[in-house]
């Protein structure tokens, strides 16, 4: 069966950092470009971060950007978003996709594949 899972989330105060995890089963994300999404509530579904298949493209929302920081290792199989300096407006749940027709780039639609999500909440 093919997923992937989110994991990493939890309860921050705000200037707090977490990492949350992507990681793959059923398949090899060798291939895939990656996006972290997040839904926070009352509001639509938006792309946070997301990275070419071989790690040599990244895009950044400007809402996060020299916050946040995402990296593959796909030796394990997994994506990661470090995410420092958090505040309350980070607070949402964050979604990871695979992109299976991108090659040398990242986008935020058509993505093949999608996590359940992992709730991150900034409070304090």
């Known amino acids: 069966q093919l997923q992937l899972v989110e994991s990493g989330g939890g309860l921050v105060q705000p200037g707090g950092s977490l990492r949350l995890s992507c990681a793959a089963s059923?398949?090899?994300?060798?291939?895939?470009?990656i996006g972290w999404f997040r839904q926070a509530p009352g509001k639509e579904r938006e792309g946070v971060s997301c990275?070419?298949?071989?790690?040599?493209?990244?895009n950044y929302a400007d809402s996060v950007k020299g916050r946040f920081t995402i990296s593959r290792d796909n030796a394990k199989n997994t994506v990661y978003l470090q995410m420092n300096s958090l505040k309350p407006e980070d607070t949402a749940v964050y979604y990871c996709?695979?992109?299976?027709?991108?090659?040398?780039?990242?986008?935020?639609?058509?993505?093949?594949?999608w996590g359940k999500g992992t709730l991150v909440t900034v409070s304090s």
């Open positions: 059923g398949f090899t994300l060798d291939y895939y470009a």
């Open positions: 990275i070419s298949s071989s790690g040599s493209s990244t």
């Open positions: 996709a695979a992109d299976r027709g991108s090659w040398g780039y990242c986008k935020y639609y058509g993505m093949d594949y």
